[in-house]
T-cell receptor, first 113, second 112 residues
Framework: QQQVKQSPQSLIVQKGGISIINCAYE??????FPWYQQFPGKGPALLIA?????SEKKEGRFTISFNKSAKQFSLHIMDSQPGDSATYFC????????????FGGGTRLMVKP | NAGVTQTPKFQVLKTGQSMTLQCAQD?????MSWYRQDPGMGLRLIHY???????DQGEVPNGYNVSRSTTEDFPLRLLSAAPSQTSVYFC???????????FGPGTRLTVT
């Protein structure tokens, strides 16, 4: 039973376009929502994270949008570049349960030149 | 700093064999964890440790053992390898459980 569901599994975007990856969660006790980026042959690395007291967080071309009532959050990559081609994982954790991360299934993004 | 290192990078085992995946970090992190990554499943927590001498089970602990005798090292032992344990294994560390996790480069394990 996956507590964090991620879609789509794969995504192809043209250079300069917007990449959107969505995640939905079930447990309302989650209070930390990070996104990790993984390049082939490497371990995941933290990209951006949000807590539920804000609805949006932006860092450069990367934005997290958070909808607490819908229990959904999404990653938007503006002006997508070929160098953004990677696998992206959303995750969630609960501070009252040890902060263990629960990951979504991952999205493989390919940005075509 | 080398960060989080894992050895070996690749390993092939026969069913029933045992082995140890090594993980070390030089960032003086208290929290260390092991994940397995399978297609479409994301990363699933196997075992974790909040400090030397303290370990606990994650989501998928069966068939794996861990120990944490030092802050730096957190080895993962496969007791009797099964084909279902074919996966990519990642070790991660952080200052505390809620902080950014730093992942190693992974070990690709195949069990035949």
């Amino acid at each position: 039973q996956q507590q964090v569901k991620q879609s789509p599994q794969s995504l192809i975007v043209q250079k300069g376009g917007i990449s959107i990856i969505n995640c939905a969660y079930e447990n309302t006790a989650f209070d930390y929502f990070p996104w990790y980026q993984q390049f082939p042959g490497k371990g995941p690395a933290l990209l951006i994270a949000i807590r539920p007291d804000v609805s949006e967080k932006k860092e450069g071309r990367f934005t997290i949008s958070f909808n607490k009532s819908a229990k959904q959050f999404s990653l938007h990559i503006m002006d997508s570049q070929p160098g953004d081609s990677a696998t992206y994982f959303c995750a969630a954790s609960m501070s009252n349960a040890g902060n263990m991360l629960t990951f979504g299934g991952g999205t493989r993004l390919m940005v075509k030149p | 700093n080398a960060g989080v290192t894992q050895t070996p990078k690749f390993q092939v085992l026969k069913t029933g064999q045992s082995m140890t995946l090594q993980c070390a970090q030089d960032m003086n992190h208290e929290y260390m964890s092991w994940y397995r990554q399978d297609p479409g499943m994301g990363l699933r927590l196997i075992h974790y440790s909040v400090g030397a001498g303290i370990t606990d089970q994650g989501e998928v602990p069966n068939g794996y053992n861990v120990s944490r005798s030092t802050t730096e090292d957190f080895p993962l032992r496969l007791l009797s390898a099964a084909p279902s344990q074919t996966s990519v294994y990642f070790c991660a560390s952080s200052y505390w459980t809620g902080a950014e996790q730093y992942f190693g480069p992974g070990t690709r394990l195949t069990v035949t």
